[in-house]
């Protein structure tokens, strides 16, 4: 499934548990290993948000840093797999 159509409305209704972070998507830096690459954010909580790249066709958990940017990601195939890391990552915030 292409990523596009993966983030499309049904994201809510296929990861219920998502919808308190659910952002309107935005677009954010990571540094991939000292390469900025633009990400589509698609939901935070705190400084940990739930990302897709287009470019590097991966989803991706990780943090904002001071400087604005995304580090620190574990990368994903697919969004539920990554949703449930995010899940797990913003419960242990709490």
Known sequence: MALEEQLDG????????LEPYLVSP???EWNDRGSLSEVWVVARHGVTVLFASFEAAVYGVGAFNLGGEIH???RFADIETAAVRFLAAARKAA
């Open 10 to 17: 049904s994201l809510q209704r296929r990861v219920p548990a």
């Open 72 to 74: 620190r990601v574990v």
């Open 26 to 28: 935005y677009t954010a």
